[in-house]
């Protein structure tokens, strides 16, 4: 039976355990997880980087949570946390309008032609259209209303709480958590960790170490990597977390509101709100975006912070993590040298960062807020690949996408349009669709957000039960 070890008992390090113990048939394969000091078990990390209690769970998770046995009415209830339709922007538009990035999808495509593209065509005949008011989501965040299956969502769970889900979920399917802590590990001159040597004098000879134990890297760390530093694109180093008392319900969207030097999220819970705020300087700790050039060097593949760091405006963290690991099963080793499986692992994992990268890069260089930390960042040059999405949107809306992206089309599209950026022409072909129908099909698309919407509970009314027993 060959070993996976995996090290860091973070919540990065537990997803990737019960995935595997999942996907990986039980009598070849032994999962362990291993702490990396004595004192982590006392302390919950996520090995995401720490930001905050509340961990933002992206709506492509559910698909996760239901292969590892867990509902969406079970995590709420056991955690205490909330649903995210969306995501607000406060501040962000010099104009002062208001900027709400749904999840799922802004109405529907008619003929082949995208839906922003026929929103365009209205708008250059002097329609007044917000792409938003064609989304359930939105609609649904804005009246107060609980998402359904119906309507992807994200989820805000406390750390510790769902960490400890996730564990169980983890345990059950037959991994194992060591009593012994990390001591060292023997590394030979071609990459391969051939031990683990653990606290109490016994050793590991691994298959493959996925280190999970955020930036320490306690075992990435000791190779020789190329780090691609992203500060120059992402500037904010510093970051401080609250948590203070809320009053009022709690409403169904995270809010991130944009200061003179970074941005700050709010994360409401029942009762609470977490509040992260990212700047320049400022108080708080450090941190720098960037990320591992080869996240898999030898048998040891780096997740989570060790792979690489971004600022969380959006739940990006475990979007790469699930797309890691199920890349990781699509080329699964069977030695622990592997080469040609880790250069496809590592190129499909740089294109997969660049994009989230990217997207969150688009915010600052799309912003129209005044002051000097913002006018710095406008005309800064972006990367090629972001370069040619927010250039060609800008010209004709039209995005062109690459491999691995974390984020759809229909993403980038709505992101654009809430902070401002508008196509100065359209899709050339949505003349060949009278203006009459393309009203029709907006009325048509606004009619049923709007009757998908009406038929859903409030969001606090929904909720209550699940909070109280949590509580």
């Known amino acids: ?6 090290v860091g008992e973070t919540l990065c390090g537990w997803l990737t355990a019960a995935a595997l113990a999942h996907r990986l048939p039980r009598d070849r394969y032994r999962i362990l997880v291993v702490a990396t000091d004595t004192a982590e078990s006392e302390h919950v990390h996520d090995g995401f980087g720490d930001f905050a209690p509340v961990i933002a769970i992206p709506p492509q998770a559910a698909r996760f949570h239901a292969e590892v046995g867990l509902d969406e009415h079970a995590l709420l209830r056991a955690t205490g946390g909330g649903q995210a339709l969306g995501v607000a922007f406060g501040g962000w538009r010099n104009d002062g309008a208001a900027a709400f990035l749904p999840y799922g999808e802004t109405g529907a495509p008619r003929e082949g032609i995208a839906f922003h593209q026929l929103v365009a065509r209205a708008r250059a005949a002097n329609h007044p259209v917000r792409l938003a008011d064609y989304s359930a989501a939105a609609l649904a965040a804005q009246a107060g209303r609980c998402a359904d299956t119906s309507i992807p969502h994200a989820l805000h ?17 037959g991994v194992q958590q060591l009593p012994a802590p990390l001591a060292t590990s023997a590394v030979e001159a071609a990459g391969i960790v051939t031990q683990l040597l653990l606290s109490d004098g016994s050793t590991i000879a691994p298959l493959l170490v996925l280190d999970c134990s955020g930036v320490a890297a306690s075992v990435a760390g000791q190779f020789e990597a190329a780090f691609e530093d992203w500060s ?6 510093h970051r401080h977390v609250e948590v203070i008392a809320a009053e009022g319900a709690p409403p169904p969207y995270s809010q991130v509101d944009a200061h003179n030097a970074g941005w700050t999220a709010t994360w409401p819970l029942n009762g609470v709100d977490v509040r992260l705020t990212c700047s320049v300087q400022g108080s708080g700790e450090r941190f720098r975006s960037g990320r591992r ?6 048998n040891c593949i780096a997740l989570g912070a060790a792979a690489g760091i971004l600022e969380p405006l959006h739940p990006t963290a475990l979007t790469l993590l699930l797309s890691s690991l199920a890349r990781l099963i699509q080329l699964w080793p069977a030695d622990p040298v592997a080469p040609i499986e880790a250069a496809a692992f590592n190129r499909a994992t740089a294109e997969a960062w660049e994009g989230a990268r990217d997207f969150v890069i688009a915010h600052y260089a799309v912003a129209s807020r005044a002051g000097a930390f913002w006018d710095q960042r406008r005309p800064m040059p972006v990367p090629e690949r972001l370069s040619a999405k927010r250039d060609l949107f800008a010209a004709r809306g039209r995005l062109p996408m690459f491999d691995e992206e974390p984020f759809d089309e229909a993403d980038w599209a709505a992101m654009f349009d809430a902070l401002g950026l508008m196509p100065r022409r359209y899709d050339a072909r949505a003349d ?3 203006l009459t129908d ?8 606004r009619t049923r957000a709007i009757a998908q919407v009406r038929a859903l509970p409030r969001y606090v ?5 699940l909070w109280r027993a949590a509580a």
């Open 293 to 298: 050039v080869d996240t898999w060097r030898g």
């Open 232 to 237: 120059h694109w992402l500037p904010c180093d």
């Open 157 to 173: 769970l406390p750390t510790a709480r769902y960490l400890a889900l996730i564990r169980a979920a983890a345990v059950n399917a």
């Open 438 to 445: 393309i009203e029709q099909h907006l009325v048509e698309q």
């Open 461 to 465: 009314d929904a909720m209550a039960p």
């Open 432 to 434: 060949l669709i009278p």
């Open 1 to 6: 039976m060959q070993t996976i070890a995996i």
